[in-house]
C-alpha cells in the first residue's frame, strides 16, 4: 500500500476507501483533453479497472491540451494510447480499450459494467444519452465541458437529478473547441475536478458531488458552484443509433445541401422546411451531425403536434 500512502493518509479516506478505488470499475468517455488528465489521475489513484471509449486518433492540433500524446502518437487512436500510458503509470490498473463512438446503442452494455461513468468527450448527444441512460439504472455521471477559457464540471445521476435536469435546452449554437477554440491549462484544470469527484463518489466522501456543478471561468477568474439536489427531472428528446431506426420511421436529414448524408432513404429538409411540412403519421427520426440542428427541428414539429419524435447525431 506504499505506492497510495499519501492518499490513504487524507482524512475520510483511509484503507477502506482504497480498496474501494481498488476494487472499481470506471467507464470514461472520452480521451481527449478533460480524458487525458481524468485517465492518468485516476490510474495513479488505483482505481482497479477502467474502460477508455474514443474513435478518434490523435492530430497534431490536440497537442497543446491532450497531453498524454506526442508527436509519435500522431495517428494513433486515443483510447489505445492513453491506456497504454495509464498502464504504465500503474500496472495495477487494468485498461480496456473501445475505439469506437459511444452511441444509444453501444452505451447501455457498457455502463451497465461500469460503477460510475466519466462523460469527457465534449458532445452534448453524448451527454444527454450517457445521462439519459445512467439516470435510468442509478449510475452516477460525472460529466465536464470547457470551450475557450471558461467551463464546468458536475456530478449527475445515481442519487442527484440527471443532467437534462439541470440543462433542459440545447445551446443556441454549437460550439467546440475546432469553432472556438480552447486554452489547454482550464481543460486540465476541469479534468482535474472530474476526477477529484470521481474518487469522492466511488469513496462516499461527503459532501457528495452528485447534485453539484463546479465553474470555472478564468477570462474573470471565477471559481464558483451551486447544488442542484431539488432540480426535477424534465421531459426532452431522446436520442437514437442508426440501427435502431425501424421500417416504419420517417428520417429526416437536415444538414445543408451538399453535405454527407449517411443514412440512405432519408428525406434531405432544411430546418426552415419543417414549419409548414406535412409530416406523416409515425416516429420521426430527425438527423444532423450534432443533434443540435435535430433537436431544434423537433421543438417546431412538436409545437405542431407531432408526438413521437427522435434525434439522431451521426458525426458526419
Not at 181 to 188: D, E, I, S, T
Request: charged content about 15%.
Amino acid at each position: 500500500m506504499s505506492r497510495y500512502a499519501r492518499q490513504i493518509q487524507v482524512p475520510g479516506v483511509g484503507a477502506d476507501g482504497q480498496r474501494l478505488i481498488a476494487a472499481a470499475h470506471v467507464l470514461i468517455v472520452g480521451a481527449g483533453g478533460l480524458g487525458c488528465t481524468v485517465i492518468p489521475a485516476l490510474a495513479a489513484a488505483g482505481v482497479g479497472r477502467l474502460t477508455v471509449a474514443d474513435p478518434d486518433r490523435v492530430e497534431l492540433a490536440n497537442l497543446h491540451r491532450q497531453t498524454l500524446y506526442t508527436e509519435a502518437d500522431i495517428g494513433e487512436p486515443k483510447a489505445a494510447v492513453a491506456a497504454a500510458r495509464a498502464s504504465a503509470l500503474n500496472p495495477e490498473c487494468d485498461v480496456g480499450t473501445i475505439v469506437a463512438r459511444i452511441d444509444p446503442a453501444n452505451a447501455p452494455d457498457l455502463i451497465a459494467a461500469a460503477d460510475l461513468v466519466v462523460d469527457a468527450a465534449d458532445s452534448f448527444a453524448v451527454t444527454y444519452t450517457l445521462s439519459d441512460l445512467c439516470l435510468a439504472v442509478g449510475k452516477p455521471l460525472i460529466s465536464a465541458s470547457v470551450i475557450g477559457r471558461a467551463g464546468y464540471a458536475g456530478g449527475f445521476c445515481g442519487p442527484a437529478p440527471s443532467y437534462r435536469a439541470v440543462f433542459p435546452d440545447l445551446p443556441a449554437q454549437a460550439a467546440s473547441c475546432a469553432s472556438v477554440g480552447v486554452l489547454g491549462p482550464v481543460v486540465a484544470a476541469l479534468g482535474a475536478v472530474q476526477a477529484q469527484m470521481v474518487l469522492t463518489a466511488l469513496i462516499g466522501l461527503e459532501p457528495s458531488p452528485l447534485g453539484r456543478v463546479v465553474t470555472l471561468d478564468t477570462a474573470n477568474w471565477r471559481f464558483s458552484g451551486f447544488g442542484f439536489a431539488g432540480a426535477a427531472e424534465m421531459p426532452g428528446f431522446g436520442f437514437i443509433a442508426p440501427s435502431h431506426i425501424t421500417a416504419g420511421d420517417t428520417v429526416i436529414d437536415l444538414r445543408p445541401t451538399g453535405s454527407v448524408r449517411a443514412l440512405p432513404g432519408a428525406l434531405a429538409l432544411a430546418p426552415e422546411d419543417l414549419a409548414d411540412w406535412r409530416f406523416p403519421e409515425g416516429r420521426l427520426v430527425l438527423c444532423c451531425s450534432t443533434g443540435l440542428r435535430a433537436w431544434r427541428g423537433a421543438q417546431v414539429l412538436a409545437s405542431r403536434g407531432a408526438m413521437a419524435l427522435a434525434l439522431l447525431a451521426d458525426g458526419q
